[in-house]
């Protein structure tokens, strides 16, 4: 019903900043919960960040408080994530995921391909 596609992945030195931006194509974007997750190999996948459908309500993993800003242009069916002060630790496959606003459930329904975000130091 949505497709994702992320972008803006790239390699930065510590400290610095990167913006991803997730693209959706199809209906209704305003009625989906974004979210952005990332994965490292011999790792779980953990969620970064999530919005909800009208930006009243975000969420931020620890990890990344205070350096992270997740946000969404419905106008343009966009999503985003702006990484400040990257660490290291913060290199990972970066996945754009939705999920209906009417879902019962807390697991994300769509998914993108993944954009690779490497920082070093």
């Keep these: 019903q949505v497709q ?7 390699l930065v030195q510590a400290g610095g900043s990167l913006r991803l931006s997730c693209a959706a194509s199809g209906r209704a974007f305003n009625s989906y919960n974004m979210a952005w997750f990332r994965q490292t190999p011999g790792k779980e996948r953990e969620i970064v960040a999530a919005i909800n459908w009208n930006s009243a ?8 408080k205070g350096r992270f800003t997740i946000s969404r242009d419905n106008a343009k069916n966009t999503a985003y994530l702006q990484m400040n002060s990257l660490k290291p630790e913060d290199t990972a496959v970066y996945f754009c995921a939705a ?5 019962p459930s807390r697991e994300y329904d769509f998914w993108g391909q993944g954009t690779q975000v490497t920082v070093s130091s």
Aim: a neutral charge; glycine letters at 16%; zero cysteines.
């Design 99 to 103: 999920r209906k606003i009417t879902s």
């Design 57 to 64: 309500s975000t969420y931020y993993a620890d990890s990344v």
């Design 4 to 10: 994702l596609v992320e972008s803006g992945g790239g």
